[in-house]
Nanobody
């Protein structure tokens, strides 16, 4: 069974850090492009970051560039989103996703084949 299981969300103060994890099972994650998305209340789901499988190209939304880092650990079949200098505007449900296309790395949710269940990140004093 193909599955992505997320963890690491929670409540953090502005300026703090969190690392989100997304463990894959049923497939080899490093054969896929991977991405992180988020959805705030009343907002569309938006791309945060992605990384291709073919050449490791990474992309970041302007709002998180310089603060967030996407990565994967092939041995653990797990992907991560390191989030630093968090701001209240980062509050959202965060989703990991995998795209079977090795060249894929997009901010279009419909291009992704598998999704995690989502994890809440709340940035507040």
């Amino acid at each position: 069974q193909v599955q992505l299981v997320e963890s690491g969300g929670g409540l953090v103060q502005p300026g703090g850090s969190l690392r989100l994890s997304c463990a894959a099972s049923g497939f080899t994650l490093d054969d896929y492009a991977i991405g992180w998305f988020r959805q705030a209340p009343g907002k569309e789901r938006e791309g945060v970051s992605c990384i291709s499988s073919s050449d490791g190209r990474t992309y970041y939304a302007d709002s998180v560039k310089g603060r967030f880092t996407i990565s994967r650990d092939n041995a653990k079949n797990t992907m991560y989103l390191q989030m630093n200098t968090l701001e209240p505007e980062d509050t959202a449900v965060y989703y990991c996703a995998a795209d079977r296309r090795p060249f894929g790395c997009s901010f279009s949710p419909r291009e992704y084949d598998y999704w995690g269940q989502g994890t809440q990140v709340t940035v507040s004093s």
